[in-house]
C-alpha cells in the first residue's frame, strides 16, 4: 500500500502553529495610512541614535511629533522628564499609549490627538520627530517663529528636503526655506538613514538634521513675519533678478502699495488719491489694469516666467514702442519709485539673483524696504 501524501506547510491543512505568512501586510496589526505619511522607524538602532544626538537633560520636556508605534517614545522616556506626542491618528496614539499602559513612564506621557500645525502647543525643552513629509515645511517655520522656540529639535525628514534645510547661497537646492532656517537657527546635519529602516519602507532616503534656534542675544531681533514676508517675494521667481521679480510682477506692487497704505493710516500719513495719466511703460499692469486700487485682485494664475520686455533688452538698444497712456493712482507710482530707489540706489542688488543673495544682502535689503515705509507684515 502507498504512503499517504503529508500535506504541505501552509497548505489548506495547515495547523494554526504554522509559521506566519511572509508577507509583511499580513501581520501588520492595522494598515499604514499615505495620508498621514506613515512610515514606521523600525531600527531600535537608529532610534537610539537620535535620541542621543538630542542631548537629552533629565530635567526635559520634550515634543514628539508622529509618534507612530511608540518606538522612538520608548527611547525619549528613559532620558527625559516627560514626553507630549502629538498624532494625527487616533489608531497611531491609541498604539503608543498601549506601549506604557501599567508602566511607570505611563504618568510621563501625555498624548495630544490632532494637527500639530494647528494646535497650541504646551511649553517644552526639545523636539525629536520622525516628521511626516507632508509637514516638514510647515513645521520647521512654526518652530523657529515660536516666541520661546525650544532648546533643540532633532528632526528627520526626506533627504531632499534636509539638504535644502543646509544649502548655501549659489547651490542648485538654495531657497526661502534655507534662508529662514540658517537665519533663526544653526543648521547640522547628524544622520542619514536609508529608506529600508521604516515599515513601509518610503520611496527615498531620509536624514536627521539638529536645529538650534538662536536664543537670546543671538536672535535676530527683527519680526519672522516681517523677514519671512520679503523673502516670499525674493524667492518667487529665485531664479530672476530682483528688478525683475519686484517691478515686473504686478501682484508684487500692487501688494506693496496696499501694505504701503496700511503703514501711512497707522502711521497717520495722508496718502494722496489723485488718479494721473502717465505712460503704460512696461507689463507690470497690462491690459487688466483698473481705475481705483479697491478693485484690484490678487490674481495667483499668472505665469511666473512672463518677465516684462523691459528687463529682457538693454534700454539703449530697445525699439520704441507706441505707448499707450493710462490713469493710475499716484500713491502706486510713488511706491513703484521707492521700490526702484531701494534696488538700485541703496542696495545696488537689482541686477541680484535671490539664488545668489546671501544674509546679509537681505537685511539690507529689509532695512532699505523699512526705512522708505515698505513692510511686509
Not at 525619549?76 to 507630549?84: R, S, T
Not at 494625527?88 to 505611563?106: C, I, L, N, S, Y
Not at 523677514?227 to 521667481?237: A, H, K, S, T
Amino acid at each position: 500500500m502507498g504512503k499517504a501524501k503529508a500535506a504541505k506547510r501552509g497548505g489548506a491543512n495547515s495547523t494554526p502553529y504554522d509559521r506566519p505568512s511572509k508577507h509583511p501586510a499580513a501581520n501588520n496589526v492595522f494598515k499604514f495610512s499615505k495620508d498621514f505619511g506613515q512610515h514606521i522607524l523600525k531600527n531600535p538602532g537608529i532610534a537610539e541614535a537620535i535620541v542621543n544626538k538630542s542631548n537629552l537633560k533629565p530635567t526635559d520636556t520634550v515634543l514628539e511629533v508622529g509618534p507612530g508605534t511608540g518606538n522612538l517614545t520608548v527611547k525619549i522616556l528613559e532620558q527625559a522628564k516627560k514626553v507630549i506626542a502629538v498624532e494625527m491618528d487616533p489608531r497611531m496614539a491609541a498604539e503608543t499609549t498601549k506601549r506604557v499602559q501599567g508602566k511607570p513612564e505611563q504618568k510621563r506621557l501625555e498624548v495630544l490627538l490632532g494637527d500639530v500645525i494647528k494646535t497650541t502647543l504646551p511649553n517644552f525643552d526639545v523636539c525629536i520627530s520622525n516628521t511626516p513629509y507632508q509637514i516638514s515645511s510647515p513645521l520647521v517655520f512654526k518652530l523657529l517663529s515660536m516666541p520661546n522656540p525650544p532648546r533643540t529639535c532633532v528632526l528627520m525628514f526626506q533627504r531632499e528636503f534636509a539638504m535644502r534645510l543646509t544649502a548655501r547661497p549659489g547651490d542648485p537646492l538654495y531657497c526661502r526655506l534655507s534662508v529662514n532656517a540658517q537665519f533663526w537657527a544653526r543648521i547640522t546635519h547628524i544622520l542619514k538613514v536609508g529608506r529600508n529602516n521604516f515599515r513601509p519602507p518610503p520611496q527615498v532616503d531620509s536624514s536627521v538634521v539638529r536645529i538650534e534656534p538662536k536664543l537670546g542675544s543671538e536672535r535676530p531681533n527683527i519680526s519672522f513675519e516681517e523677514w519671512d514676508g520679503m523673502l516670499r517675494v525674493c524667492f518667487n521667481r529665485r531664479n530672476k533678478t530682483l528688478r525683475a521679480s519686484w517691478l515686473g510682477n504686478k501682484q508684487v506692487l500692487l501688494l506693496i502699495e496696499r501694505n504701503y497704505r496700511l503703514w501711512c493710516a497707522t502711521n497717520d500719513i495722508p496718502v494722496d488719491e489723485e488718479m494721473v495719466t502717465a505712460d503704460d511703460d512696461d507689463e507690470a499692469w497690462g491690459d487688466d489694469a483698473v481705475s481705483a486700487p479697491q478693485a484690484m485682485d490678487i490674481d495667483e494664475g499668472e505665469d511666473e516666467d512672463d518677465v516684462p520686455s523691459f528687463f529682457k533688452t538693454d534700454a539703449s538698444t530697445r525699439v520704441e514702442k507706441t505707448k499707450s497712456r493710462k490713469a493710475f493712482p499716484k500713491v502706486y507710482l510713488l511706491v513703484k519709485e521707492k521700490v526702484r530707489k531701494v534696488l538700485e540706489d541703496v542696495t545696488e542688488l537689482a541686477d541680484k539673483r535671490s539664488g545668489k543673495c546671501d544674509e546679509n544682502d537681505f537685511l539690507r535689503l529689509l532695512g532699505a524696504f523699512n526705512a522708505e515705509g515698505i513692510h511686509f507684515s
